[in-house]
């Protein structure tokens, strides 16, 4: 469970929303919606440990049994996904996803997980692809499996619909929710879509 109390963001003492209490159960989907400008994307950086210090934060991130709040963001063990892919350009398809495995893997174990997670987002063959070749849709998939390699506990999404065509996006929110509840991950959901929100199917928390 993914559990915030009391979180506040402020920057030049002035309050991006009220203060925010919620849980999400694992393989739940919660989505918090707002307006551009309202504080959604700079609560996803805090959660990650990412905020800029020129914000004021108060709160409590509680995920499972460990308090986040003083973590370096590598240990948090919380997975993001941007608008963007932010796709590695220099690396290959295989050598994205390699990136996110742990380096103690042997390298057999590695290209076995590398091609059976290419064949889990129905990409297998393309280990060697330049991402740069790839469709919208096909980078967001491996964007999506570079970030479930790595291991999670929770699953942060910052409007990683948004650039899909119509088409896409259904396609590729489904996959991503099943994905959350298939590995049981908490998994918040941040947007301004209303049919984001109804596809979640979750609990909706307005900022």
């Not at 919606?33 to 959604?40: I, L, R, V």
């Not at 390699?98 to 059976?116: D, G, V």
Request: charged content about 25%; glycine content about 8%; overall charge neutral.
């Amino acid at each position: 469970m993914l559990k915030l109390e009391n979180i506040s963001l402020k920057i030049d003492g002035n309050s991006l929303f009220s203060k925010l209490n919620l849980e999400v159960k694992a393989g739940q989907v919660t989505t918090v919606m707002g307006p551009s400008g309202c504080g959604k994307s700079s609560l996803l950086a805090y959660l990650c440990g990412a905020l800029p210090s020129v914000f004021q934060t108060s709160g409590k991130i509680i995920l499972y049994d460990r308090t986040l709040d003083n973590l370096p963001s590598h240990e948090r063990k919380l997975g993001i996904l941007f608008q963007d892919d932010l796709l590695f350009p220099h690396l290959s398809v295989g050598e994205n996803l390699a990136f996110a495995l742990p380096a103690k893997l042997r390298r057999h174990e590695r290209h076995y997980k590398i091609e059976q997670a290419l064949e889990e987002i129905e990409l297998s063959g393309m280990h060697e692809r330049d991402p740069a070749s790839l469709s919208g849709g096909q980078r967001a998939r491996v964007a999506l499996m570079r970030t479930l390699l790595a291991q999670p506990e929770a699953l942060l999404l910052d409007e990683p619909f948004s650039k899909l065509d119509q088409e896409l996006r259904g396609r590729f929110r489904k996959l991503v929710f099943a994905h959350a509840v298939k590995n049981r991950l908490p998994t918040l959901l941040v947007t301004h879509d209303h049919a984001d929100a109804q596809a979640a199917g979750g609990d909706i928390i307005a900022l």
